[in-house]
């Protein structure tokens, strides 16, 4: 039986957090190693061109994401492991698709629709109107069955199977492949040092590898109540109790349940959490601080990916191009 094939990116907009890891990234790895699955994972940097226009961060955010995912368990010698740019029928792919897509249905995208409603005034770039059909081209290319997301990206993979599904129609055949969402920790907003969700466009962020003072003073900063050490402490509301709840085995979690039910102090609660972060991220840190020094390595590992996914890539291309009458 033939492997059934995921896929999912990241986009190198700045330093990740943990938010990042939880949501994103730990379950890739984890999906990674599950038999009877092709893994495709990619570095989204033209995605991030719609918001970044610095080429020096730019390179040290794609290094740096690379980087994280390795350090964080994913093995380049597993999955295909690459980088958007080095592929270039995604691109071709993504104009096909273009030629394809109603612009009802672009309006309608959510990161469009946020971006309007919150400054009307703003002049859009075609990149941030046109991300669903890029990010179709990233999922059709690979034949790929699922693609892990948030229930903020759902969308995006229901306009893929939209795309898909039109040039499929009007063509009569099965040139693409359907893809599914696979939902990655779903409606769960993993909370940043303020308590709304983590993301850096709030500035609330935690980075994986903060060095151990940094993590710990932002750990200290995490808000809270006015409640007493003694006070029975809520843990819906609490931030460190859902971020320790994320990163902590069944046995810590219940210790802290218990801890939150007959009195702890917010200090104590916060140390807990720091201490429980460094003792998972000690060796990773150390990891990725050796890859982010030798940048020569994480070009060797990405284009060796990439090598690997143009093989899909350019069947896949050559079979959409033959469908359309076009020929090399």
Same mark, same amino acid.
């Given at each position: 039986m033939k492997d059934q094939v995921v896929l999912t990116g990241i986009k190198p907009t700045g330093v990740l957090h943990l938010g990042n890891w939880a949501g994103a990234i730990r379950p890739a790895v984890e999906l990674s190693h599950k038999s009877g699955l092709k893994a495709y994972f990619f570095i989204a940097d033209y995605h991030a061109l719609?918001?970044?226009?610095?080429? $020096?961060? /730019?390179?040290?955010?794609?290094?740096?994401?690379?980087?994280?995912?390795?350090?964080?368990?994913? $093995?380049? %010698?597993?999955?295909? +492991?690459?980088r958007q740019s080095d592929i270039p029928e995604v691109f071709e792919l993504n104009w096909i698709l273009a030629c394809f897509s109603p612009k009802g249905l672009m309006n309608r995208a959510h990161a469009y629709k946020m971006q309007m409603q919150n400054n009307p005034t703003i002049d859009v770039n075609m990149?941030?109107?046109? =991300?669903?059909?890029?990010?179709?081209?990233?999922?059709?290319?690979?034949? *790929?069955?699922?693609?892990p997301v948030g229930s903020d990206q759902q969308q995006h993979v229901e306009i893929t199977r939209d795309l898909a599904?039109?040039?499929?129609?009007?063509?009569? @055949? !099965?040139? +693409? @492949? /359907?893809?599914?969402? /696979?939902? %990655?920790?779903a409606g769960v907003v993993i909370p940043g040092l303020d308590g709304r969700k983590m993301s850096k466009s709030y500035d609330n962020t935690i980075p994986i590898f903060a060095p151990p003072e940094q993590l710990?003073? /932002?750990?200290?900063?995490? @808000?809270?109540? %006015? *409640?007493?050490?003694?006070?029975?402490?809520?843990?819906?509301?609490?931030?460190?109790?859902?971020?320790?709840?994320?990163? *902590?085995?069944? !046995?810590?979690?219940?210790?802290?349940?218990?801890? =939150?039910?007959?009195?702890?102090?917010?200090? $104590?609660?916060?140390?807990?959490?720091?201490?429980l972060l460094e003792a998972q991220?000690? !060796?990773?840190?150390?990891?990725?601080?050796?890859?982010?020094?030798?940048?020569? !390595?994480?070009?060797?590992?990405l284009r060796e990916g990439a090598s690997q996914a143009r093989e899909v890539a350019s069947k896949t291309l050559e079979r959409v191009r033959h469908t359309l009458g076009i020929r090399r």
């Open positions: 719609i918001s970044s226009k610095s080429p $020096d961060k /730019l390179r040290e955010y794609t290094y740096g994401a690379a980087a994280t995912w390795i350090a964080l368990g994913l $093995d380049p %010698s597993q999955v295909v +492991f690459y990149g941030l109107y046109a =991300y669903p059909i890029l990010m179709a081209a990233d999922i059709l290319i690979m034949n *790929s069955n699922w693609v599904h039109r040039f499929n129609r009007q063509y009569h @055949t !099965e040139v +693409f @492949t /359907l893809p599914e969402a /696979l939902m %990655s920790l710990r003073k /932002l750990i200290f900063h995490i @808000t809270t109540n %006015s *409640s007493g050490i003694h006070d029975r402490k809520d843990e819906e509301t609490s931030t460190i109790f859902q971020l320790y709840q994320l990163f *902590s085995t069944p !046995e810590q979690m219940e210790v802290l349940k218990i801890q =939150y039910q007959t009195g702890i102090a917010w200090g $104590d609660a916060k140390e807990g959490l720091y201490s991220l000690r !060796e990773p840190r150390e990891h990725y601080e050796t890859l982010m020094k030798d940048p020569q !390595e994480l070009e060797r590992v």
